[in-house]
């Protein structure tokens, strides 16, 4: 505990300017730094460079450290990623291989005083297994096995969750195992190879003959055992602690921005506000999709997106509360949800083939996503993806598992710092998570007016659940409520039931867990009807165009408050009419008109969903009395 407070107490004063103190630190960071990267990378010269490098990174920049405590796992990261940057050039890779082959063994220079810990073949084959670790893997097992350092402790060096952490570290030791397995190895012998290399790359014979591997130390968990055995090349795997587990076949990108190809896209005059609010264009990242309905239902999302320096860059949660984006160590709560930077339409591994490729014909681009078939509710697919020729390797395949409650576990709650700074920019209505609104208009010469209610998160559901009422002229109502969605005449008669939803396709529905722009575009991507997509001069705004039959509907989407303004409507050039939607920020005053249709009969017969054609229909007159 004294050390601890010696070394807090030393970075402080060291982060103050004290040039005595900051010579200390640096020496001690040094013994320890070069243990730490000479087990990653099993060769002097290029310990010597990285450490070297680090140090003079920490004297550079040790005054941004904001949280001492964490000085370690600070230090680590920035060696951690120099190592990366190093192996990522083809001269650092083929220095490394003429250096290699010069040396005629990684561990020759090492070993003389260690001979009698074991025996020299054995030392060769634990030295090459490791060597052919990933950078990552390597560095979770060390931080793990011989610093002892905490699962949250190597999450906060390597820029990821606590979870992704315990994961990393189960496949860093399969990893291992595998390459121990090929010269005979047998699956208990991991415990006894991470000794024995311990030993091997310890900075002294006194130091190896203390050093220790405790069993705990390689303990994750259950469920991130299970989930990081089944991220493997496997095509299918089946685990009885976590249900059925079952691969994808091919990669998928960023969803959360990627270049503009010829995309059916035109800038406005001011298009700040995306580059603001959209999310970045790095494709890298680890991607969590959680749908507790089962495809087609409601989705929440976790991204952790890379930055150049291949940590972490920012974190978006978009979980059944909120939505959250963590960056620079601030916390805010936004109104919307993430778009693609390129404003390319989100895409989901549960797509349907037949949207995907109508959705690649509209943007003119193909999709190198393919879907993961999986049915049923409680899903949770994963996705861990690194840039092209990262020295990690190429993108790891979807993983889908069936999970009890995946909203309870770790990545979906909000797992940044305490010490965050939050900033909540959220409407009262966001705040409150749900509103009613009125929708008012005039179309095909038809008065249209209607009220209704949406949760603007997937925990508002079940109080306050979407209903939707709207009066066509004096002849219709449109009703989309709890029990389904109806089309009834004047005297309130059911003459016409659908899906519970089938009315709000085509209009807000927050609650589904996808921005507005792309719940519009995504509904009439699954109806064939085409759309383009523009900013407008404001910055705030989007116009998106659907077309269906020769009728345009134009919509106004306000990006930042994610949700339609309005809807216009026309033929041939010639106006027909549009829709304007009101959402209450305040629930004072009088609310009666607030009711949602009751005692609606379900025993019509049901037919075959209609989706947002329903609009189409309204512009073209089909709900005239």
């Not at 190597?154 to 990893?175: H, N, P, Q, Y």
């Not at 490729?357 to 193909?366: A, D, H, I, T």
């Not at 979407?466 to 389904?484: E, M, N, R």
């Not at 009088?590 to 229909?617: C, H, N, Y």
């Amino acid at each position: 505990m004294d050390r601890q407070v010696d070394y807090i107490e030393l970075v402080e004063r060291a982060r103050n300017g004290d040039k005595q103190s900051l010579n200390q630190l640096a020496g001690m960071a040094k013994d320890r730094l070069r243990t730490y990267v000479y087990r990653l990378t099993q060769n002097e010269d290029l310990t010597q460079e990285i450490v070297q490098e680090s140090l003079f990174e920490m004297c550079r920049v040790l005054g941004k450290l904001k949280q001492t405590d964490r000085f370690w796992s600070w230090l680590y990261g920035i060696a951690t990623n120099k190592l990366h940057r190093h192996f990522r050039t083809e001269k650092a890779q083929r220095n490394a291989a003429a250096a290699e082959e010069r040396r005629r063994g990684p561990m020759k220079e090492r070993q003389g005083g260690l001979e009698n810990l074991v025996g020299q073949e054995l030392k060769q084959i634990i030295s090459k297994a490791m060597q052919k670790l990933r950078t990552r893997h390597k560095a979770v097992l060390v931080m793990r096995c011989y610093d002892g350092m905490s699962y949250a402790e190597i999450a906060d060096s390597m820029g990821c969750t606590e979870f992704s952490t315990r994961m990393l570290f189960v496949r860093a030791k399969r990893a291992l195992q595998k390459e121990l397995s090929r010269n005979g190895f047998g699956k208990g012998s991991l415990l006894a190879a991470l000794v024995v290399f311990g030993k091997m790359t310890a900075p002294s014979e006194a130091a190896a003959a203390q050093l220790t591997v405790p069993i705990a130390a390689t303990k994750v968990g259950v469920l991130a055992s299970v989930v990081g055995a089944a991220t493997t090349k496997t095509a299918i795997v089946s685990v009885a602690a976590a249900g059925a587990i079952a691969v994808g076949t091919v990669a998928t990108t960023s969803h959360l921005g990627r270049e503009t190809g010829n995309l059916a896209v035109k800038a406005g005059g001011n298009t700040r506000m995306v580059s603001t609010l959209g999310a970045p264009a790095e494709a890298a990242g680890r991607y969590r999709y959680s749908f507790p309905q089962g495809p087609g239902g409601p989705l929440m999302l976790r991204a952790e997106l890379k930055g150049d320096d291949g940590l972490t860059s920012r974190v978006v949660l978009q979980n059944d509360q909120a939505n959250y984006s963590y960056e620079d160590g601030t916390v805010s709560i936004n109104n919307f949800r993430v778009w693609s930077s390129d404003l390319s339409v989100m895409r989901l591994h549960t797509d349907s083939d037949a949207l995907s490729r109508f959705l690649s014909r509209v943007e003119g681009k193909p999709s190198d996503m393919e879907r993961v078939s999986r049915k049923g509710s409680r899903l949770l697919v994963m996705v861990d993806r690194n840039e092209p020729g990262d020295e990690e390797g190429p993108v790891e395949r979807p993983l889908v598992v069936r999970h009890a409650n995946v909203l309870d576990e770790g990545y979906f709650q909000s797992d940044w710092p305490t010490s965050a700074r939050k900033v909540d920019n959220r409407d009262a209505m966001h705040k409150r998570q749900w509103t009613y609104f009125r929708v008012r208009g005039q179309v095909s010469g038809q008065e249209v007016r209607g009220v209704g209610r949406i949760p603007f998160v997937y925990a508002a559901m079940r109080e306050h659940g979407p209903w939707l009422k709207l009066q066509i002229g004096d002849g219709f109502t449109l009703a989309d409520v709890g029990s389904g969605a109806f089309l009834l005449r004047a005297d309130g008669s059911s003459m016409g039931r659908y899906a519970r939803g089938n009315f709000f396709q085509g209009l807000s529905q927050p609650w589904m867990g996808l921005h507005a722009m792309d719940t519009v575009r995504r509904d009439a991507a699954a109806r064939r009807a085409s759309f383009e997509t523009q900013v407008m001069d404001n910055g705030r705004d989007v116009r998106i165009t659907v077309t269906r039959d020769g009728i345009e509907l134009v919509y106004t989407i306000d990006l930042e408050a994610d949700l339609i303004r309005k809807i216009e409507f026309s033929k041939a050039g010639r106006s027909l009419g549009r829709l304007d939607f009101e959402y209450l920020q305040d629930l004072d005053g009088d609310l009666g008109e607030f009711r949602a249709p009751s005692k609606i009969d379900t025993r019509v017969t049901l037919r075959d969903s209609q989706g947002m054609l329903w609009l189409i229909q309204l512009a073209d007159g089909a709900f005239k009395g």
